[in-house]
C-alpha cells in the first residue's frame, strides 16, 4: 500500500509564492512518476506538472501550459517526497492539490492523464485572492 500526504496549501495573494510537498511511504518512491493534479470547483481535474522517475541521465518534467514557467516540479527520492514550487500565483490556480504516483512510465516520459496514475493523496487547499 503506498499512502502521499499532501501539505503547504494555503491562502496567498496574486503574485505570491507557496510550495506544497508530498511525502510518499515505503521504499520505492525512485520508482514512482509523480504528478500534480488540481481541481477546482465546477471544473474537471487537470495535470499542473509531473516528473518522471529518474534516470541516468536525470528525469523528464511536464507542465501544463497554464503553469509552465511559473510553476517547479521536483523530487527529493532521499526524502520520498516531491514538491511543487508556485510562483507568481493567479486566482485562476485556486483549487485542491493532489499528488499521484505512476508505477508504469519510463525514465524519459511521463503521462498527463489521470487514469495513468496508481496512487493519490488526499490534496491540499489552494487558494488565490485577488
Known amino acids: 500500500q503506498v499512502q502521499l500526504v499532501e501539505s503547504g496549501g494555503g491562502l496567498v495573494q496574486a503574485g505570491g509564492s507557496l510550495i506544497l510537498s508530498c511525502a510518499a511511504s515505503g521504499r520505492s518512491f525512485s520508482r514512482y512518476a509523480m504528478g500534480w493534479f488540481r481541481q477546482a470547483p465546477g471544473k474537471e481535474r487537470e495535470i499542473v506538472a509531473a516528473i518522471s522517475r529518474s534516470g541516468s541521465s536525470g528525469s523528464f518534467e511536464y507542465y501544463a501550459d497554464s503553469v509552465k514557467g511559473r510553476f517547479t516540479i521536483s523530487r527529493d527520492n532521499a526524502k520520498n517526497t516531491v514538491y511543487l514550487q508556485m510562483n507568481s500565483l493567479k486566482p485562476e490556480d485556486t483549487a485542491v492539490y493532489v499528488c499521484?504516483?505512476?508505477?508504469?512510465?519510463?525514465?524519459?516520459?511521463?503521462?498527463?492523464?489521470?487514469?495513468?496514475?496508481?496512487?493519490w493523496g488526499q490534496g491540499t487547499q489552494v487558494t488565490v485572492s485577488s
Open positions: 499521484a504516483g505512476d508505477l508504469r512510465l519510463s525514465t524519459t516520459t511521463v503521462s498527463n492523464s489521470a487514469d495513468s496514475y496508481d496512487y
